[in-house]
Structure formats: structure tokens, C-alpha cells
């Protein structure tokens, strides 16, 4: 079973950053690929941002250029470094990530919310 904890949302203003961290843990026989994703109220989860174990990152468009993923192997922790934030970056942002069994897990998400 892996646990995935997120940490670093918040309150922000228009064109303020924020960094999210995701730390895995639990009995891991390995980790693939993490990501975030993301939820504003009413809407669907939607991707962010994902990141392979080799470190290839994929980026939905209304993030790419603003958000940057990276990953720390040795500490099985990712960090979305969020700027230029905008209203509608606004939701809860889940972390999940994929063991090498083919199983999924999601954190419990954690919220950020964007000022205009």
C-alpha cells in the first residue's frame, strides 16, 4: 500500500506562486509515474501535471509555462512549483501516484485558492 500526503495550498493572490509537495510512503516496492490533479467546484478532476520515475514531465496546457514539476527520487516526493497563479488555478489538488504493480493511489488532496 502506498500513502501519498500533500502538503502547501493556500490563499493567494492573482500572480502569486505557491509550491505543493506530495511525499510517498508506506510499502512501496517501487514507484512509476505521479502527478497532480486538479478539481475546481462543479467541474471534473482534471490532469495538471504528471512526472515518470525518469523524470519526463507532461503538462496540461493551461499550466504549461507557469507550473513546473520535479521530482526527488531518493525522497519519493514530488513539488509542483505553481506561478503567475490565476482564478481559475482555484480547486483542490490531488497527487497520485502509480506502483509498479499497476495500482493507483490518490492523497487526499489539498486545496488552493487564487485571489483576484
Known amino acids: 500500500q502506498m500513502r501519498l500526503v500533500e502538503s502547501g495550498g493556500g490563499l493567494v493572490q492573482a500572480g502569486g506562486s505557491l509550491r505543493l509537495s506530495c511525499a510517498a510512503s508506506?510499502?512501496?516496492?517501487?514507484?512509476?509515474?505521479m502527478g497532480w490533479y486538479r478539481q475546481a467546484p462543479g467541474n471534473q478532476r482534471e490532469l495538471a501535471a504528471t512526472i515518470t520515475s525518469g523524470g519526463v514531465t507532461n503538462y496540461a496546457d493551461s499550466v504549461k509555462g507557469r507550473f513546473i514539476l520535479s521530482r526527488d527520487n531518493a525522497k519519493n516526493t514530488i513539488y509542483l512549483q505553481m506561478n503567475s497563479l490565476k482564478p481559475e488555478d482555484t480547486g483542490v489538488y490531488y497527487c497520485?501516484?502509480?506502483?509498479?504493480?499497476?495500482?493507483?493511489?490518490w492523497g487526499q488532496g489539498t486545496q488552493v485558492t487564487v485571489s483576484s
Open positions: 497520485n501516484g502509480w506502483d509498479l504493480g499497476g495500482r493507483i493511489y
Open positions: 508506506g510499502s512501496i516496492l517501487g514507484i512509476g509515474t
